[in-house]
């Protein structure tokens, strides 16, 4: 089975409860298996600034679902908590957003998925939690190590276990 890496994030409501009952969603162990979850991170906005911190974190899971069906998957799942796509501001305010980041070895550019995702090695909130479970996995030629460190990480703080 594939192995797909997935970033979770969110700052409107009680965050950390909702990704942890998003990934029990998702990982149902039947179509999606979780094999490991990265330390939840708190975060600074990126894009938008203007509002408050953001909870983020990484899982590795195996999948039996196409690229195309495990999107489907996740878009419902953030749905379920609350996220609207058709109302939001980019990069504004959200209850949960589960991004792609890989699947597989996949290289895919179409209107609705880009793999690896396009701005992976730009975000700090996403290569810190991956550091934790994938630290020397090459994705797109560059091992997330490196990629890592070599991003701006101020003000990302590791969050204590729930």
Not at 69 to 81: C, G, P
């Amino acid at each position: 089975m594939p192995e797909t890496l997935l970033g979770f994030g969110g700052n409107v409501g009680d965050v950390r409860s909702t990704i942890q009952q998003a990934i029990a969603q998702l990982c149902d162990g039947r179509d999606l298996r979780l094999i490991a979850r990265s330390c939840d991170y708190s975060t600074p906005p990126w894009g938008v600034t203007d509002q408050n911190r953001f909870v983020n974190l990484c899982i590795l899971a195996e999948t039996r679902l196409t690229p195309r069906d495990l999107l489907n998957r996740v878009q419902v799942i953030e749905q379920q908590f609350g996220r609207n796509r058709a109302n939001e501001r980019r990069w504004g305010p959200r209850t949960l957003d589960i991004d792609i980041l890989t699947y597989g070895e996949l290289v895919l550019d179409t209107p609705d998925m880009t793999l690896p995702h396009p701005r992976l090695f730009e975000r700090a909130f996403v290569l810190l939690p991956l550091m934790d479970i994938v630290p020397d996995r090459v994705i797109a030629g560059r091992r997330v190590r490196d990629a890592a460190a070599q991003v701006d990480a101020t003000g990302i703080a590791k969050l204590p276990p729930i």
